[in-house]
């Protein structure tokens, strides 16, 4: 999943739609993902960055960026393809 091209994202996790008008905000982990998709990984690359960095279980993890996508998703600020 890639974040839309018209989605502006600061250093500090602010997030802005401008088709929307949307603006959102997320925490230090959510930061570092959309961080990561900017750099093009794909989730498996998230998923395993993320399980060694915090030493977290994979399939916990790969739960976790499901909803954080499907929440990203609902708010038109991804799309939907792998």
Known sequence: MQLNKNIAVSENGFIFNPVSGDSFSTNPIGQEIINLMK???DRKEIVKILAEKYATDAAILEKDLADFFQMLLSYQLINGHE
């Open 39 to 41: 750099e093009q990984k």
